[in-house]
Nanobody, 124 residues
């Protein structure tokens, strides 16, 4: 059974940084794609970044490109989202997701497993 547990959210001022972590368990994730999504109040869940575990191929939404970096630590079975130069519009609940696929996907409906989410609030 796949389990994803996010941590690292919090309150930060605009221009600041946060690093989110997603501890993954229950599988060998070498054949998986891991994604980060976010959902602001009253809005749909939105893709932020994804990484193919096997070779580290990454993909980013235009809204976060150049500011966010997704990475993984094989030894710790953990995926990270380093978020720099944060903006108030980055405020949302951030979710980690996983799917067993060979290609990076960006649609939430393509992901099979989800964490419980962690709140990120960016003040102006």
């Amino acid at each position: 059974q796949v389990q994803l547990v996010e941590s690292g959210g919090g309150l930060v001022q605009a221009g600041g940084s946060l690093r989110l972590s997603c501890a993954a368990s229950g599988r060998t994730f070498s054949g998986y794609v891991m994604g980060w999504f976010r959902q602001a109040p009253g809005k749909e869940r939105q893709f932020a970044a994804a990484i193919r575990w096997s070779d580290g191929t990454t993909y980013y939404a235009d809204s976060v490109k150049g500011r966010f970096t997704i990475s993984r630590d094989n030894a710790k079975n953990t995926v990270y989202l380093q978020m720099n130069r944060l903006k108030p519009e980055d405020t949302a609940v951030y979710y980690c997701a996983a799917v067993r696929r060979g290609t990076v996907v960006v649609s939430a409906q393509d992901y099979a497993y989800w964490g419980q989410g962690t709140q990120v609030t960016v003040s102006s």
